[in-house]
T-cell receptor
Framework: DQQVKQNSPSLSVQEGRISILNCDYT??????FLWYKKYPAEGPTFLIS?????DKNEDGRFTVFLNKSAKHLSLHIVPSQPGDSAVYFC???????????FGAGTRLTVKP | AAGVIQSPRHLIKEKRETATLKCYPI?????VYWYQQGPGQDPQFLIS???????DKGSIPDRFSAQQFSDYHSELNMSSLELGDSALYFC?????????????FGAGSRLTVL
């Protein structure tokens, strides 16, 4: 049962434009959401997170939006840069046992 | 700061052999996750452990087993290796007791099955 879903396996955008990566979840027990970024041959690294009590968190070019009623979150990258090309994973934490669930990832390609 | 240590970094095995990968989490982290990333594929969750007990199970084959030891390090044992097991295996750790939210990943162990 995949509780965290990233329905777009890949996304391609032009440098300087906005990248929007989406994530949907089904479990109402998630209380914290995170985005990880992964380059080839490296382990994923933490990018940005948001608590379920908020609807937006911003860190430089990266903004995460949370829509609890729709059980949807998104990561916005503005402006996109070629160095942002990577696989992005959405993750969610279960509040009752702190276990983590990951989405399958979205491969972002930013073209110069 | 200490990170997640995985060993070996590279491993070459023949078909039908056995391989063991090790993961040493960040000190005081009580939770370990294992992921498998095949060539050209995205990482797939295999299994996780919390306080030495299996916490969650993903797409781990029956030929694979894993455990977390008293010092919280974890080992992934793979038997009857197949060509399709060639992949990068990532381990990640988390201090679940503190309610920490961010997994820290190791650099991965690359297994090649010939």
């Amino acid at each position: 049962d995949q509780q965290v879903k990233q329905n777009s396996p890949s996304l391609s955008v032009q440098e300087g434009r906005i990248s929007i990566l989406n994530c949907d979840y089904t479990n109402s027990m998630f209380d914290y959401f995170l985005w990880y970024k992964k380059y080839p041959a490296e382990g994923p690294t933490f990018l940005i997170s948001i608590s379920s009590i908020k609807d937006k968190n911003e860190d430089g070019r990266f903004t995460v939006f949370l829509n609890k009623s729709a059980k949807h979150l998104s990561l916005h990258i503005v402006p996109s840069q070629p160095g942002d090309s990577a696989v992005y994973f959405c993750a969610a934490r279960l509040y009752n046992n702190n276990d983590m669930r990951f989405g399958a990832g979205t491969r972002l390609t930013v073209k110069p | 700061a200490a990170g997640v240590i995985q060993s070996p970094r590279h491993l070459i095995k023949e078909k039908r052999e056995t391989a063991t990968l090790k993961c040493y989490p960040i000190p005081r982290h009580d939770t370990v996750y294992w992921y498998q990333q095949g060539p050209g594929q995205d990482p797939q969750f295999l299994i996780s452990f919390y306080e030495k007990m299996q916490s969650d199970k993903g797409s781990i084959p029956d030929r694979f087993s894993a455990q977390q030891f008293s010092d919280y390090h974890s080992e992934l044992n793979m038997s009857s290796l197949e060509l399709g097991d060639s992949a990068l295996y990532f381990c990640a750790s988390l201090d679940r007791k503190t309610g920490a939210n961010v997994l820290t990943f190791g650099a991965g162990s690359r297994l090649t099955v010939l």
